[in-house]
Structures are given as structure tokens and as C-alpha cells.
């Protein structure tokens, strides 16, 4: 069965000390780090575009899988709402090129935000079904930077620039299991950009997730028949601190440290939260199931199963 | 198995004659009808926003399948690159709050131009065989009269505002056969958008469709174990009258009329091109075999067989 193969990822090593940015904004060390969970923003260059963090990511995804030939990957998709360019061409064909990849690929873009990568690992498996094809690249890149105002204390200290990329194949140790998608356009205000400045209603969108994410976790595992104590890990969206410790604790009162938080070194990183999560903590665990979420943007939302096949 | 159930279109009243038109670049119906092939191209009121077209298509759809339940939608695509907002929210989100579909849909859209549904088509079924879902919307519009200069004589007369739904679901009369798809960002530069405005290279574009499509087809077939006397009608993208017409004798010198043409009251629809011919074209007909294929932006290009299930 098609399922996820290996998971690499760029982070930039340039950006901000977030402690000092929260000093500017009267925040102290103590908030900076148990409320907004990150001492650290990596920033982009300025001469960077989405495509070349994508080609990074699939670089340090093809470096460590030398059995995996680039010119046999058939499908590529890119996650993001801040591709290249003005939207289009879309970003995928951008970086086929940039890989130097095969005409042969099938490539475009996936428009979601902190949800995508669930929805994203689905929609490739389901590409690769539907379409009979073997290797795919699904990449996620998304930097905010382009679009925070240094200024917006609600978003500024939030957001870091990452990217990564997952080997859809074949014989894959992880499996996608039962998943969840959800999606609500009349909280769209929430989350939006209007003349090239992302605003974010914080208080709206910690509700947000504080009251759908744990509901739709156990729906999730109700359609699996699984109790929570069936899952090994839970690697959700790393929006802030506050909201994955709020998440837990809603959802699992007994253990809500099984509920990963490693966001210091990165910040919230939209869609590549999920997988920079599962690459640095799942890949080399002995872990059999893990449960993740994402939400956001949208609002949209969706949780999935994973399992050793 | 999953198929093609049903297919409607929205496609504006209003619009501009284009023999008008081409009269202001000295063009004559001659050429405008010979070569462009459009006589006249629809455009959406100005306060009309993408998803408005999504919604009208979507009703459309409604309406002519009261069997199917709007409640029951599961997942709903939208293909464009000319969404709502800048890009964030997704345009899906926002459309399933128009149509007021259930919170429990999984929306995203899918950035392509004139490829994008033969894409759609597989996405949307892959996706809803990943993830066990039932229904789907498949939604393609691209409304060009956002980004085309009309003193551009390159674009103006060629492109339409258009919009499409279809359905997705099991026991569809049309099914997904075969499918190739390809991409080549090193031509994106033919295709793109630059300060708010779309540059298109024609004589590129003509000579990647020239040289691309009819190859395509034949290696599709090929695949397919068909030959080109199996397929009883080819519905290309509407690029304009000059590349149907030459793709066409190309691929075809015997039977070039089996490439429907149709694209006088719309002109180049983008997305919209194929779902439109199909809906108009292949629905009510005896038709045991189409192939169809969609070529353009990126540059990208994909090709599929559908066939009677």
C-alpha cells in the first residue's frame, strides 16, 4: 500500500530571536515561551522564493534516500498559499524545473493552510491510485514571512518559514489509516490576507481549536474503534504553545503529554508543523499509531490515523 | 466505481462581442472566427466574486439532480488560480459557506490553469477513494477577465469567464480510463501573471500545443491498448479555433472533425473548456469512448480516457 516513506525538511538557520521581539512588544520570557512556544523564528532570505525552500526540503529528502532516483517521481504536490509568483503558474511546475524532475510529472498545487499536510497525504495517495503512479513528492512551504507585519503583535512573534517533503511509495513502513476533514468558510475572516497583510483573530481562532480538534480527535478514533490508549503519540498542529497545551489537556486529561510540543526552535510553520513533527519524532520511534491533526485557514481542519503497515 | 455523474456550468449573459472587438485591433470576423473562434466572450459582473461562479455552477448541478443531496457532499474541489481574496483563504472554504454545504466537507482548491480538470478528475477521486468519502463536487473556475489587459491584443480576445460542477460519485455512467500527465516549468515563463496582470507568449504556446498534444494522445492511447478509431470524440481544451484545428489534423488527418469544437459563445474558458464540451457534447450522447486533454500554464498538460461504465 501507498503510504509515507520517508519525510525530510528545510529550516532556515537565519531569523529572529523571538525573546527580543517579545521584549519589544512587553512580553517577557515566561509568556515568549509556555504561551507563544518559541524562542526562535527562522526567516527565509530575502531572495528566496517558495519553490527554492521546496527544492531544499526535496534535496535533503533525496540526499537521505539514495535508493529513491528523482527522475521516477510521477507525481508532485506542493501545499501552500504563498507560492511563487502571483499565484500562477502554480508553484509545483516551478519546482519540477528547479529539480530538474521529469516532464513526466504530474504537478500542481494544493491551496490550504495549517490543515494541508493532512489533507495533502490523502489527496497524493489518492492521486497516485487513481492515476497508477509509483513515486510521489509532497511538499509543504508556506512562509508567512512574506506576509506578517513585523508590526502585528497578534502574528509576528507566531510564524516561522520551513519546508518539507514526504516519499509517497509503495511498501512504506506508515500507512494512512481512517481520516476526518472538516471545513467551516463562515469563520473565513478569521484568517485572511487583504492587501498583502495576513491578519489573524487569535482569540477567535484558539476557540476554534480548542472546541473543534479534541471533539473531532475522538470522533476519529470512534470511526477507527480505537481508544485514546491505542495511540502511541499525538503530533498536531503546532499553532502556539497555548493552544497545543489547552488541545491536550481538553482532549486527554490523563496524559496530555502524549501530545507533542516542539515548536521552540521554528514557531508555528502552517502546514509543515504536522510534518516536521512526524520526521524528527515518528520516522525512528518505536511508536505503532499515531493520531494527527491539523486546522486553520479556512477554517479547515483534518485528523487521520497513522500505523505501521 | 467512482465516475462522472452529472456535469452543469454557469456561464455569464453578459460579455463583450468579440467581432467588436477584434475590429479595435484591426482583425476581421474572418480571422476572429477562424482563428480565435469566439464571437463572443462572457464576462462576470464586476462585484462578482470567483466563488459567486462556483455557486451558480454548483446550483445548477442541484437543480438538475434533485436525487442528489447537497447535505451529502463530502468533498468539494475548486481548480483555479483566480480565487477569491488573495489567495488565503482558499476559495473552496468560502464557497462552502455560500452553498451551505455541511462543515463536514473536506474543501481545498487545486492551482492549475487549462489542465486543471483532467487533474481534478483524478484528485477528487483518489482522494475520495483515500479517504472512504462519497460524494464529490468537483468545481473549475478561472475568471481570466481578472487579469487580462483589454488592451492586450495578445489576451483580450481570447478569453471567457466561466465556471463548472460536476459530480463525483459511485455508480456514474462515465468512468476514468487511462490518464498521462506531464509538466515543464522551464516554459512557466509563457504563461504567468506580473503585477496584477496575465502575459501570455502565444506563438509558444501554440507551438508547445502543437508539439505536445498530438504525442500525448497517441502515447495515451498506446497505454490504452486503443487505437484512434476506439474514440469516438476528442474534447480538447479550447485554447482557440487555431490550435483545435491544428492539434487536430495533426493527430488526426483522417477524421480531424472527431475534435469537438465549440467555443464560439465562450471562448477560452480555462478549466471550464473541457467540462463544458463534455457536458454539452458527451452526456446525452452515444458516445462509448472520449478522450480528453488539457494543456497551458505551468506549462503543464494532462490527458485521459473516459469510457462508459
Known amino acids: 500500500m501507498i503510504g509515507i516513506k520517508s519525510i525530510a525538511s528545510y529550516v532556515p538557520t537565519a531569523g529572529l530571536d523571538n525573546y527580543v521581539q517579545g521584549a519589544k512588544f512587553g512580553k517577557d520570557e515566561e509568556f515568549m ?44 504536490i506542493v501545499v501552500t498559499q504563498n507560492g511563487d509568483e502571483e499565484g500562477l503558474p502554480h508553484t509545483a511546475a516551478i519546482v519540477q524545473h528547479k529539480l530538474g524532475l521529469s516532464t513526466r510529472v504530474a504537478a500542481f498545487d494544493v491551496s490550504l493552510g495549517c490543515s494541508g499536510y493532512v489533507y495533502g497525504l490523502y489527496a497524493i495517495k489518492g492521486f497516485m491510485q487513481a492515476a497508477g503512479l509509483k513515486n510521489g513528492l509532497l511538499i509543504t512551504a508556506d512562509p508567512y514571512s512574506k506576509i506578517v507585519d513585523p508590526q502585528d503583535r ?66 476519529l478514533l470512534d470511526a477507527s474503534g480505537l481508544q485514546s490508549a491505542d495511540i502511541d503519540a499525538f503530533c498536531i498542529h503546532q499553532g502556539s504553545a497555548a493552544i497545543v497545551d489547552a488541545v491536550a489537556r481538553r482532549f486527554e486529561e490523563q496524559h496530555p503529554e502524549k501530545f507533542v510540543k516542539d515548536m521552540l526552535e521554528t514557531g508555528n510553520t502552517v502546514s509543515s508543523s504536522v510534518p516536521l513533527l512526524l520526521q524528527k519524532h515518528m520516522l525512528d520511534s518505536s511508536w505503532q499509531r499515531v493520531a494527527i491533526s491539523g486546522f486553520g485557514v479556512g477554517l479547515s481542519w483534518g485528523s487521520a490515523i497513522l500505523y505501521r503497515g
Open 33 to 76: 515561551f509556555g504561551k507563544i512556544g518559541a524562542s526562535f523564528l527562522p526567516r527565509k532570505a530575502e531572495e528566496q522564493e517558495t519553490s527554492d525552500l521546496c527544492v531544499e526540503a526535496a534535496r535533503a529528502l533525496f540526499a537521505s534516500n539514495p535508493e529513491l532516483d528523482p527522475q521516477s517521481i510521477d507525481v508532485l
Open 154 to 219: 497578534n502574528t509576528t512573534m507566531l510564524f516561522g518559514d520551513a519546508a518539507t517533503a514526504t516519499w509517497m511509495g509503495e511498501d512504506a513502513v506508515w500507512q494512512l489509516g481512517e481520516a476526518r476533514f472538516g471545513t467551516d468558510g463562515s469563520g473565513a475572516e478569521h484568517l485572511k490576507v487583504t492587501n498583502g497583510n495576513f491578519f489573524m483573530n487569535g482569540r477567535q481562532v484558539f476557540n476554534f481549536a480548542l472546541v473543534k480538534v479534541p471533539a473531532h480527535l475522538h470522533e
